[in-house]
């Protein structure tokens, strides 16, 4: 049996306006779970990779319901984490013909933003993986969340798994204290494969492209 990929971030309620509206004309949005790295292991999962989702969510129903949006899937949720306040929510107003999309954020204090190095049993994890893959968003989101993404990494190292990480730089996350130049470079460093884009070469290593 080929043994898992295993994709490590935050994920959260969307909730959009139907159809093209904007937010002032809604007045009821529909409602899906997303995130960067679970979208990855959806993707796998579709593709009959086996594949474990590793977050941290409230042990609430909106948790639960998370899990099961996951599960339908076919990823795996056993080594998703319970604990803090709240999930995440990001609203998303899609654009049309010239009007680009807008997102708002609203996941200060989310059960992720508040993990901590420490919580996750990553060698337990990793146990029947041989490939972890996460993304630039997971350390943006805090400190904690950045030490966690540290820690994963260096049992992964450890433990002779492939990595991977989309440095994905998002601006209006790096919020904490440090920036993406500061905290992503020791991150990559473990890496053996990184994806990104000019705006990611630039922010993240000081690389611009002539």
Avoid at 36 to 58: F, H, K, M, W
Avoid at 97 to 119: N, P
């Amino acid at each position: 049996m080929a043994k898992k990929v295993v994709t490590f971030g935050e994920i959260m309620l969307r909730l959009s306006p139907p159809g093209m509206l904007r937010f002032g004309q809604a007045r009821s949005f529909d409602a899906i779970y997303g995130g960067g790295e679970s979208n990855v292991a959806i993707s796998l999962a579709n593709y009959g990779v086996p594949v474990d989702y590793v977050t941290r969510l409230p042990a609430n129903d909106l948790g639960d319901a998370c899990v099961q949006f996951l599960r339908q899937y076919g990823v795996g949720v056993d080594q998703i984490v319970r604990g803090g306040e709240r999930l995440g929510i990001y609203f998303l107003e899609m654009g049309a013909v010239q009007r680009g999309s807008k997102v708002v954020y609203d996941r200060a204090h989310s059960s992720m933003a508040t993990i901590e190095a420490g919580m996750i049993d990553w060698r337990a994890v990793f146990a029947d993986a041989d490939w972890f893959h996460w993304t630039g968003i997971t350390p943006a989101i805090s400190s904690g969340a950045a030490a966690a993404c540290h820690e994963a990494i260096q049992v992964a190292r450890d433990m002779g798994l492939t990595i991977s990480c989309d440095l994905n730089y998002r601006k209006n996350l790096w919020k904490w204290g440090q920036t993406a130049g500061e905290v992503m470079p020791d991150l990559v460093a473990g890496c053996d494969l990184a994806v990104g884009n000019e705006e990611d070469a630039a922010q993240v290593f000081g690389i611009h492209a002539p």
